[in-house]
């Protein structure tokens, strides 16, 4: 059941801010708002998350054509994509269901198959098995379920055949079904005033029509059907295994810009078509390019990608995830060494912000705990500002810079020469950062504890800083000059030593 924006019910006045739409309209699903508001490309603004059940919610992403490896591109997209889910799940109570598609047969494989004179499921059996290590290497949680085309030929078929019998479809002498485009008024809904279509030839009635089923080549892998014999057009796959799967609605779905149009607009046809529906996707959530400073985005055909595993040489996975959270998720993310930079010093302030914290949590002073209402009333405005941060279209970037200038204003507290201890609300503030994060998909792991022990680096860390607090005393040049050589060398040994008057920690570093 849906309902046409902007008309409103169920406490809604706050939303008749939203726009009016010309022609195509984004329809509210009824049921029950959950207070999210995400940007819809059919509405063109944000308009409010309403699910039929309040606690399920179905989402599915496009996934991998693997004929080649992943890049940082994808990573990007997927690491996003990563981050929006456990928003939903871990600060929304949600219970996602999520499933992603795999396109094991297209063009693209089968030529990397005549190419290498490899069968073309071994190719992508290769690449689908790298594909999740990679997502793995990244954190990036493994959907619930996984269909591949090549094991739904059967559901493709009944889909496309239920396509023509309506009137929506036609097949071509060459084995070959496209959809009329001409019969669906609502062509162009997510991506309006397209100007060009696929490739033209003779068989087709209008310029906008687009294959759902492609006749059979003596080179190519081909099934049989009741209309003659081909393979799954790239378009109908993701409609056929979603519509299984879910039935005739589903409440997100997730890819990159680059598949808004024509991916996503053909999907949404054809899926209205076979389902006799207004709308069948209700969010379509859609992630900016990852761009290579100087160039438009990071493709292959540009040649100027970047493995997964290279990444993972330079930068730690949570470094890129940082990275990720600082921008938003539906505009382009610069790859540079400086971006990277930025994001790796503001992970490590978090980490620096949490060791300090049980420093100072369990120091020798002899004076007895307090409570501060402020720090308290900071921490609850934090928690409440993000939690609003979140509910608009999953602003993380603001989240990150709120809950950065928390810490600060606490470790202001915990730095200044004071009888006043609150170990309470400090710790409190330090459990609130880290589940914060880890929800994210943070791991703020320490990934080389098991090369060198903890209480020995404490050990030196400490020595040092007595020595060094001794040499300011003292105004010793050359002492002072031998603690920054340690400082030094435990850097590049990936160790990083934050000084400070009273004590001093340290991080590891990727």
């Known amino acids: ?102 396109t094991d047969i297209d063009d693209k494989i089968i030529k990397k198959g005549n190419d290498t004179k490899t069968d073309f499921k071994t190719v992508a059996k290769k690449f689908e098995h790298e594909f999740w290590l990679d997502m793995a290497s990244l954190n990036i949680e493994k959907p619930l379920i ?17 396509i023509i019998d309506s009137g929506m479809a036609y097949v071509t002498p060459d084995g070959s079904v496209y959809f009329d485009t001409s019969k669906y008024p609502s062509y162009g809904k997510l991506q309006r005033m397209q100007e060009s279509g696929e490739p033209s030839n003779d068989y087709k009635r209008n310029k906008m029509d687009f294959a759902i089923w492609k006749g059979h080549k003596p080179s190519e892998p081909s099934w049989p059907v009741s ?61 900016g390019h990852l761009h290579v400073k100087g160039d438009s985005k990071m493709s292959k055909s540009l040649k100027n990608t970047i493995s997964i595993p290279h990444l993972l040489e330079k930068y730690s996975a949570d470094t890129f995830r940082m990275a990720c959270l600082m921008s938003n998720y539906r505009y382009p993310l610069e790859y ?42 900071d921490l609850q405005k934090a928690e409440d500002a993000n939690l609003e941060f979140l509910k608009s279209d999953f602003d993380t970037a603001s989240c990150i810079n709120n809950v950065l200038s928390l810490i600060s204003s606490t470790n202001k507290i915990m730095k200044m020469h004071s009888t006043e201890y609150y170990p309470v609300p400090i710790i409190l503030i330090a459990e609130y950062v880290t589940s914060f994060l880890t929800k994210f998909g943070l791991t703020l792991n320490e990934t080389a504890q098991n090369e060198v022990s903890n209480s020995l680096i404490d050990t030196l860390v400490e020595f040092r800083h007595v020595v060094r607090q001794n040499a300011l005393a003292k105004k010793d040049k050359e002492l002072l000059s031998a603690c920054d050589m340690v400082r030094d060398k435990m850097k590049s040994s990936k160790i990083q030593i934050n000084d400070s008057s009273k004590t001093a920690s340290w991080v590891f570093t990727k």
Request: with cysteine.
């Open 336 to 377: 540079s060494d400086e971006v990277m930079k930025t994001a790796e010093e503001t992970l490590k302030k978090f980490k620096f912000f949490l060791k300090d914290v049980l420093v100072y949590v369990n120091n020798n002073a002899t004076q007895s705990g307090e409570y501060r209402d402020k720090l308290l009333d």
């Open 227 to 287: 209309w003659g014999e081909g393979r799954p057009g790239w378009h109908i796959e993701c409609s056929a295994m979603v519509s299984k799967i879910f039935g005739s609605q589903i409440d997100f779905h997730a890819g990159g810009i680059d598949l808004q149009f024509p991916h996503h607009e053909n999907e949404e046809a054809q899926s209205c078509a076979y389902h006799n529906s207004q709308q069948w996707a209700n969010y379509w959530i859609h992630v």
């Open 1 to 102: 059941m849906f309902k046409i924006l902007p008309v409103f019910s169920r406490n809604l006045s706050h939303v008749c801010s939203l726009k009016p739409y010309k022609e195509t309209k984004w329809l509210m699903p009824y049921g029950n708002p959950t207070g999210i508001y995400v940007y819809n490309c059919v509405a063109d603004q944000k308009v409010p998350v309403i699910l039929s059940d309040p606690h399920i919610a179905t989402w599915y992403s496009c996934g991998p054509t693997v004929y080649d490896s992943a890049h940082i591109g994808h990573a990007s997209c997927y690491v996003k994509l990563d981050i929006i889910q456990r928003i939903l799940k871990s600060f929304f109570n949600m219970k996602l269901v999520t499933a992603m598609g795999v």
């Open 146 to 162: 996984i269909t591949r085309v090549s094991e739904h030929i059967s559901s493709i078929e009944g889909f496309i055949k239920k």
